[in-house]
């Protein structure tokens, strides 16, 4: 690798990102900790690493100590673990002073784990990204040691998708007709393009998250993990869409995919899906009812924005309303999200939070519901959870039944509550 060039594209960057406009996350980090951003692509963790660079220049911190690097910039293939060293002495022949590292794709370059634990080790401040999210494997977890943060970095929040919409949420807001219409109206397009950043501008945004669907499926699944048989990659990826809302088993979605024409084994599907949550197209959700290995071959199948599930649905609002649901416990919950089928169904329980929520498009029709609110009684006796809820489209009350109080609250308010 030519000093020269590093030289140059240290001192480019420099001064793109200075003058750069970001919006800013919803993401508070410690200025004492070392970061990993990881997430799917598009989702905004290059730009979450700007916002970081421009917050450092506001406090103080010289640019000239700023070394920002993308290993998606083809004036870096080739590089290799052992230019991590020369990419120091560029900056020490620079400025004596040492550098804050911004590492963006990092994943592209081959034991890159050993150099990140290493400059950790020496007391760098570091800042990382990567699409992929075998990043945060137990095989290197163990070699970082927990000298990372990580952060899951998610398309826009509904919150932050307002704040791009220079929809300001005020105090009492919530009395504010105009700004419930305007929240309205912003939900609409959010429920069915979802919140990818650059989504926002895009003139044919049925394209454009085509188009990036695409990429992710044969950029980071294809070619990453050189998969053989696309047209199955494809159909699984396609009944998922269509079981949004039901548990799925491995036997099953293989046999599914098999009667399309693409013949495929179990254990090549349960591959493919773990490609597929490893690029963090899908997400997932487990039986808090079931024993371990019955949670693990029998989930529920979530993806990982609107836009791009929306790619799949003709009529899908009730897939697309659990589906942000999902999301967005996903966002702030992490792994503790499940959902509780023995008898009984409820869509999401949150054991830490000692919650359970049902998603319903509407419970207008009384047998509707009947029978959410019985489910979410039932396995709360026995759960002995704390908070029922049913999230709907539009819908809000309070509905008293067998001593527990049940929360309906319209998506909108949710979202912008969480719990």
Known sequence: MDIELLKRIIVTNRRKISEISVVNREYLLDANMNYIFTG???SGKTFLMFQRIQELLRQGVDLKTIVYINFDDERLIGFSSEDFDLLLQTHYQMDERPPILFLDEIQNVPFWEKFARRIANEK?????TGSNAKMLSSEFATVLGGRYQIVNVYP???????????????????????????????????????GFPDCLTAIQKRNWLSSLFKKMLLGDIVARYSVKNVNALTYIVKKLSESIKQPISYTRLTQLVSSLGAKIQVNTLIDYLSYLEESWVLLSVKNFASRFVEREGNKKYYFCDNGILNLFLVDGNTSLLENIVAVNLKRMYGEDVYFYRKNVEVDFYLPMQSALVQVSYSIDDEETKRRETESLVKIANFLDAKTLMIITMNEENIIELCGRQIKVIPLWKWLLKIL
Request: hydrophobic fraction near 35%; charge should be neutral.
């Open 156 to 194: 826009y929040s509904f919150r932050e998708f307002l704040n791009v919409n220079k929809i300001a949420l005020e105090n009492d807001w919530e009395y504010d007709d105009k700004i419930i219409n305007s929240i309205r109206r912003c939900l609409d397009i959010y429920f069915n393009n979802g």
């Open 40 to 42: 799917v692509r598009q």
């Open 124 to 128: 760098y401040r570091v800042y990382i």
